[in-house]
């Protein structure tokens, strides 16, 4: 499996944050024919009291490329 993620807009207010992105994965298997998914992603994001950011929620349109 292989991913290429290209983020669009982020936003950070406070200690949340949202970003939309588009995603591309390619799977791979060892027998079999490679696929290849993509689409645009939103994410929230919130920051946890150690200063990290987690992901709250994500939600995904990823959807098969056409001919794969």
Request: hydrophobic share 40%; net charge neutral.
């Amino acid at each position: 499996m292989e991913g290429k993620s290209d983020i669009q807009e982020i936003e950070v207010l406070g200690d949340w944050a949202w970003m939309r992105n588009f995603l591309r994965v390619t799977f791979t298997p060892v027998k079999g024919s490679t696929t290849v998914h993509s689409g645009y992603i939103l994410t929230i994001l919130r920051k946890n009291p150690n200063g990290n950011w987690v992901i709250a929620r994500d939600a995904n349109l990823l959807m098969a490329e056409n001919g794969t």
